[in-house]
């Protein structure tokens, strides 16, 4: 069997099995555009996605992630089935309870809640691209008035109390955990240049209390070379 799909809640979420499992999950936390459906995902269907997945696979992960209601921009209800989903796959597979985290874009939004929720459950967190809080989405997208209107109806609709939630504004406190985390930005355009001020910050608080960070950033032509990246983080935490 290479994956099972199945349901939580409304939404639809999906576990795909390595051949030679070594006894690792890795939870997918997708960005805008990421998808599970009935008997599809955003990680078979997309190319570059997909050499992630084998990767992973090939290296003996099992990897699961789940739809989150679409767009989701960090809203409770898609932290709650986060959380669901992490107790349902631990109920019903044979795993490390410790788990490894692969996030994008807005995926990391979940991350600081998740690691209060999950205390203890991560082994690393490795994140892609990442909105470190959605006021840095807003900011991004303001001179762009159509796509900054869609941005803030697409918010609204799945996130209505944004304002009031710690990744509306976050601050670098909220990345003061111990787990280790790494950091990879893709250089494309001018999007480095409008996370640098907020990354660095992390990165600088984060080695003062010594927790373990690295950030890495990548050429678009090696983009694919990510997971290789990746693998070799989470390889060295289970030696921990």
């Given at each position: 069997?290479?994956?099972?799909?199945?349901?939580?809640d409304?939404?639809?979420?999906?576990?795909?099995?390595?051949?030679?499992?070594?006894?690792?999950?890795?939870?997918v936390?997708?960005g805008?555009?990421?998808?599970?459906e009935?008997?599809?995902?955003?990680?078979?269907?997309?190319v570059?996605r997909n050499?992630?997945?084998?990767?992973?696979?090939?290296?003996g992960?099992?990897?699961?992630?789940?739809?989150?209601?679409g767009?989701h921009w960090?809203?409770e209800?898609?932290?709650s089935?986060v959380?669901?989903l992490?107790?349902?796959?631990?109920?019903?597979?044979?795993?490390?309870?410790?788990?490894?985290?692969?996030?994008?874009g807005m995926?990391?939004?979940?991350?600081?809640?998740?690691?209060?929720?999950l205390?203890?459950?991560?082994?690393?967190i490795?994140?892609v691209?990442?909105?470190?809080?959605?006021?840095e989405k807003?900011d991004?997208?303001?001179?762009?008035?159509?796509?900054y209107k869609?941005?803030?109806n697409?918010l609204?609709?799945?996130?209505p109390?944004?304002k009031?939630?710690?990744?509306?504004?976050?601050?670098?406190?909220?990345?003061?955990?111990?787990?280790?985390?790494s950091?990879?930005?893709?250089?494309?355009?001018?999007?480095?240049s409008?996370?640098n001020?907020?990354?660095?910050?992390?990165?600088?608080?984060?080695?003062?209390?010594l927790?373990?960070?690295?950030?890495?950033?990548?050429?678009?032509?090696?983009?694919?070379?990510i997971?290789?990246?990746?693998?070799?983080?989470l390889?060295?935490?289970?030696?921990?």
């Amino acid at each position: 069997m290479k994956q099972r799909f199945f349901q939580l809640d409304t939404e639809w979420n999906v576990i795909h099995y390595p051949e030679k499992p070594n006894g690792f999950g890795v939870l997918v936390i997708g960005g805008a555009g990421h998808f599970v459906e009935e008997k599809n995902s955003f990680w078979l269907q997309h190319v570059g996605r997909n050499i992630w997945l084998q990767d992973l696979k090939e290296a003996g992960y099992t990897v699961f992630c789940s739809n989150l209601y679409g767009n989701h921009w960090g809203s409770e209800e898609a932290i709650s089935l986060v959380d669901s989903l992490y107790h349902y796959v631990l109920r019903h597979e044979i795993l490390n309870q410790k788990i490894h985290i692969f996030a994008e874009g807005m995926g990391a939004l979940i991350i600081p809640s998740l690691v209060q929720i999950l205390q203890g459950k991560i082994r690393s967190i490795n994140i892609v691209d990442p909105y470190l809080s959605i006021q840095e989405k807003m900011d991004e997208e303001k001179h762009h008035l159509f796509f900054y209107k869609k941005f803030m109806n697409e918010l609204e609709n799945s996130n209505p109390d944004y304002k009031n939630q710690i990744h509306f504004n976050s601050s670098a406190d909220q990345w003061l955990f111990k787990e280790p985390l790494s950091i990879f930005y893709v250089m494309e355009g001018n999007r480095l240049s409008l996370k640098n001020e907020s990354i660095e910050k992390i990165v600088k608080k984060r080695k003062q209390i010594l927790a373990p960070t690295q950030i890495r950033y990548i050429l678009p032509e090696r983009r694919t070379h990510i997971s290789k990246l990746v693998i070799r983080n989470l390889m060295e935490n289970e030696e921990l």
